[in-house]
């Protein structure tokens, strides 16, 4: 990659929408003063301590854009996507339940069979939720319950010295016209299920710090805000991140895997951590180091820039920036 090549990537980094829409978290937290909540805001899940564990609690909201151009694919990615922000924490799903508008049952019938697919698929019961079949259009909204019984993966554990660690499995392709990665709709349930359990084993083994879901702000903005969350800063090699054969890097780093996460891990168990996920043919590599302060830098080759630097512009406002974990 030449110098050209490198600066339009960082500035597509920078300007990233995916990356900008997460600003709203922070305006909408503190109209709530939830930065005083006893349960940390920020993480892919809620986690209420219960008993010897802990219950995880998320909800996912999908552009009207994206229900309507793929309505069956939007009701499939309602459960899928809360069961990764589950898994992300180091849990078991329990539960989901859900809040569908639609304008009539025809408009809404291929968004509740997306969903009762999925279900289906990973082995999740949908227990109830909302319904209004007289709406002006389409809009959905996914919540789950799920359990965490041998600790927590979190946003804010991310520590100096761990090594970042990519897991995303490869063997999908675009759900066009978006950025959707998708790798599940001809996996087997088993396969799908084995997966999703490799996060809780992560857990209960003490294999990783922190981990955090890769959502639609894609990888790179996943990694600012585990570094906002952990108060730390990343510096990220791209020549290590593994790319699918065919897929520019630019549009990797923007894309939004059906089973994705960045995790952050001691350097000692990075070996036994990238054998697991490969084990089960998911593709894994070391891309990059926790570092202190509060900048999140990506590197190719010779060339290296500041995406974001924390302690001069936060992006979700959730902890002080600049302070070291």
Known sequence: MDATAFDTLVASLRQSRGLAAKADIGTVTARLDLAASAVPVGDDCAALPDGDGH??????????AFVARDPWFAGWCGVMVNLSDIAAMGGRPLAVVDALWARDADHGAAILDGMKAAANAYGVPIVGGHSNLKAGGEHLAVAVLGRADH?????????????LVAAIDHRGAYREPFDNWQAALSAPPERLRGDLALLPEIARRGLA???????????????IMLAECSRVGLAIDLAALPVPAGVPLQRWLASFPSFGFLLAAPPAY???LLALFEGRALTAAAIGTV?????????????????????????????????AA
């Open 151 to 163: 600790g927590l993966l979190t946003s804010f554990d991310a520590r100096p010295g761990d090594v």
């Open 55 to 64: 219950l995880l609690f998320a909800i996912e909201g999908f552009l009207e």
């Open 270 to 272: 990075v070996p036994e």
């Open 209 to 223: 710090h922190a981990a955090k879901d890769i959502s639609q702000a894609g990888i790179v903005g996943t990694a």
């Open 291 to 323: 570092t202190s302060g509060a900048a999140v830098e990506v590197r190719h080759g010779l060339h290296r820039a500041v995406v974001r630097d924390l302690a001069a512009e936060r992006l979700m406002g959730l902890a002080p920036a600049g302070e």
